[in-house]
């Protein structure tokens, strides 16, 4: 894999679904992003560092075809690459998204350090039946605790516990809530669509304010992303991401070890939600709801749903997985 580190010389922005109504209120943050916004970006840089422009992608004209290989036509949505781990980066200590099906016990504050980790594992149909469980999902992870548990997922986890087997004793800061690596903030625009055409203008539209939810990266916090293979970018330069098209610095890293030979594989970015993957679900979090910009079409995409960051499969779904550690006594 290609690994990838991200600086964001301000906030960053990516929203939901949620319209940019004037008079609302802040929409909600999306962190991390889905695969679709990271690729899009690297797609946009690629091409600009080749002095390629976007109506000559779009025609498909005067494309050198190493580039075309490398990022894929502008009629694809899907790239020849693939987003293989969006993680964060915080005092020289890489954090990953945490497993959905991994439990601690609940605890007053958020002090984590000397916490036994909880696998869930999945239950057996026999248990299942004798307990007279009914449920329509074909996979029902069970996790045992003599006190009231709460799932991790939603939180970072340090990557190397991801691959180590048996017991887990979170020692300090191997676990953080997402206020310590990141703030969200509001930050208030005008609009400058037409009030008829619903098109961009160089006026901006009186009275039409709205409030959107930024993210803003701690001052010692940078983004780590990954891809399967080469997608073309230089090994430093810059890149704009998300909403706004905010500016951050890139550079190419050295090789990151994530995984090990489990059979749970959780992910390390949002997973778009499909009817093929829903019946490979063993843990997940709520499902998150997206649109974005089709920069071909100059319009919005459809909504789609996505699982979050830290759902936890019984496969690897689309590469954007690793294999978690189990503890021995599931074997």
């Not at 690629?46 to 494309?63: A, C, H, Q, T, W």
């Not at 990151?256 to 993957?277: C, D, H, K, Y």
Request: proline letters at 6%.
């Amino acid at each position: 894999m290609n690994f990838y580190e991200l600086t964001p010389l301000d906030t960053l922005f990516f929203r939901g679904a949620e319209p940019l109504e004037p008079g609302q209120l802040a929409t909600s943050a999306f962190f991390p992003p889905p695969v679709s916004v990271i690729s899009g970006a690297i797609r946009t840089t690629v091409l600009k560092e080749n002095g390629i422009s976007f109506n000559d992608y779009n025609k498909g004209e005067n494309v050198p075809d190493q580039i075309s290989q490398l990022i894929g036509n502008s009629s694809e949505q899907n790239p020849p690459f693939t987003i293989t781990a969006i993680l964060l980066k915080s005092k020289n200590t890489v954090y990953s998204p945490a497993p959905y099906s991994w439990f601690i016990d609940k605890v007053a504050g958020k002090k984590y350090s000397g916490l036994k980790v909880i696998h869930a594992k999945i239950a057996d149909p026999n248990v299942i039946k004798r307990l007279s469980i009914h449920s329509s999902a074909k996979i029902l992870p069970v996790a045992i605790s003599e006190n009231e548990m709460i799932s991790i997922g939603g939180k970072w986890i340090r990557s190397e516990l991801l691959s180590k087997s048996g017991e887990i004793v979170l020692a300090e800061n191997d676990l953080l809530d997402s206020e310590q690596l990141y703030a969200t903030e509001n930050r208030t625009g005008i609009s400058l669509l037409d009030k008829v055409t619903n098109r961009p203008t160089r006026n901006v539209q009186k009275g039409a304010l709205f409030t959107a939810r930024h993210i803003r990266l701690k001052d010692d916090v940078t983004l780590i992303i990954a891809t399967d293979k080469d997608c073309g970018l230089k090994d430093i330069g810059k890149m704009q991401l998300g909403g706004e098209q905010r500016l951050c610095g890139y550079k190419k890293i050295p090789p990151l070890n994530l995984g090990t030979s489990g059979n749970m594989f959780v992910s390390l970015s949002p997973v778009r939600a499909e009817e093929s993957i829903k019946d490979k679900v063993i843990c997940t979090g709520k499902l998150m709801t997206i649109a974005g910009w089709d920069m071909r079409k100059r319009f919005h995409k459809p909504s789609q749903s996505w699982f979050p960051a830290g759902t936890v499969f019984k496969e690897n779904i689309n590469n954007q997985c690793v294999s978690i550690a189990q503890q021995e006594e599931e074997k």
